[in-house]
Structures are given as C-alpha cells and as structure tokens.
C-alpha cells in the first residue's frame, strides 16, 4: 500500500490565483481531513470527510472548499490564494466506525508546502 | 481557552540515554491521547496513544504515561537513538474524529 499520497509536494502561487492540493488513500478509510501546520503552531484542521459526498468545517476552513466524491480522493481547493494560506498542508486518513465508536489513528500524508506570494 | 502545550521546545539527548517528553493539557473532556513523530520534510507519524481510562501503556521503546490529577501527559524513549530526532507532538481528542488539539511540538535532538 501507497498509504496516503499528496500532490504537488512543492507549490508556488501568486495572491488570487486558485489551485487544488490531491490527496488520495488506499487503505479504504473512511475518515479523512486536511491540516495546515504554521510555525510554532499545532496543525489546525482546515477541512474533514466521515465518507464519500460528506463533508464539514472544521477549525480553519475560510479560502478553502473540499469535495469527497470518491472514498480514495480528497481533493483541497484554493479559489484565490492569499499569503496568509502560505502554509505547509497535511493530509490524513483513518478508519471511521461511526460516532461513538473507537477513534482510530490518523495515517498523514508527507504534506504539500505552498507559498504564496 | 483549552489548549494542549509542550514543557520544552528542545530537548538534546546522549545517545543510548532515555528521554522524556512532557505535555501539559488543560481540556478535562479529553479522553484519548496521541503522540506523534515528525521527521524534517516528512509528515506526523503515529507512535502511540492512550485512553483516558488507563494510566500507563507501553510500545517498542516506547512508553506513555497519563496523569489526569494533574493533566500530564509524557512520553518516555528509552535507548534512544540517532534516528529518534525529530519532533514530538502531543494530541488530545474531546470526542469526535474532528476535534483533535496538536500541540506546537518538542524537538529532540540525539547527540552520537
């Protein structure tokens, strides 16, 4: 297994241009969401998906839309970067048995650093 | 507001020696505890975790201890090696897949 995978790994914007960072996983979780890790900050979660065609906010999710159309995919789009999005992101996934059930390790991704300009 | 914290930003260690990383959490909802391992350029990898209904568990090298009297959390490496430097983050969940709290890190460092 590939586990997760990120693309691109490096990536240079100029301010109001858009992109999508691609995740994929293909362990068939369930689970998976997009983190950005700052400095001297802990990862803050941007975006989650409980499943294919769900998705939800989590605790930074403004400048940033995701999509869950498939298990394996979970694509993070940018509409119009701003250097404040400057930022490395992480993508992860786990296994997900429902709410109240036994929370399971999150597998991450080697993480797309963008700078935007 | 609540939030998860590290005692030291770097900690250097002698090869061959144990290490202790520190956590300090102020959420008393929290349940469910992780450690993570970061490597430069690379993403978290889990290490290992502990529910709130246990004190002590153990892994390869490693062992976490949770003490909810006064909301601590440590990690403990024993024999650490070169390939133990990295960053260590604490996590700690309130319930739910989302809500996970990261801590900024402790960067440790193995002198040979």
Same mark, same amino acid.
Request: aromatic residues 8%; charged residues 15%; contains cysteine.
């Given at each position: 297994n590939a586990g997760v995978t990120q693309t691109p790994k490096f990536q240079v914007l100029k301010t109001g241009q858009s992109m999508t960072l691609q995740c994929a996983q293909d362990m068939n979780h369930e689970y998976m969401s997009w983190y950005r890790q =700052?400095? $001297?900050? $802990?990862? #803050?979660?941007?975006?989650?998906s409980v499943g294919a065609g769900i998705t939800d906010q989590g605790e930074v999710?403004? $400048?940033?839309n995701v999509s869950r159309s498939t298990t394996e995919d979970f694509p993070l789009r940018l509409?119009?970067?701003?250097?404040?999005? +400057?930022?490395?992101y992480f993508c992860a996934s786990s296994y997900y048995k429902g709410r109240g059930t036994k929370r399971e390790t999150q597998y991450f991704g080697p993480g797309t650093r963008l700078l935007v300009l | 507001g609540e939030s998860v914290?590290?005692?030291l930003p770097t900690l250097s260690v002698? !090869?061959? =020696?144990?290490?202790?990383?520190? %956590?300090a959490y102020s959420n008393s909802a929290s349940d469910y505890f992780i450690w993570y391992k970061q490597e430069s350029g690379k993403g978290p990898q889990f290490i290992i =975790?502990? #529910?709130s209904n246990m004190d002590k568990r153990q892994g390869q090298r490693v062992t976490v201890l949770l003490n909810k009297t006064v909301k601590h959390l440590s990690l403990q490496i024993a &024999? +650490?090696?070169?390939? =133990?430097? &990295?960053?260590?983050? %604490?996590? !700690?969940n309130t319930g739910g897949y989302q809500k996970v709290t990261f801590g900024t890190g402790t960067k440790l460092q193995v002198i040979p």
């Open positions: =700052d400095p $001297g900050m $802990g990862l #803050r979660l941007i975006h989650y999710p403004n $400048g940033y509409l119009s970067a701003a250097p404040s999005q +400057t930022s490395v | 914290g590290l005692h002698q !090869e061959g =020696d144990n290490s202790i990383i520190n %956590c =975790d502990i #529910r &024999a +650490t090696q070169p390939g =133990d430097s &990295a960053v260590y983050f %604490c996590a !700690e």
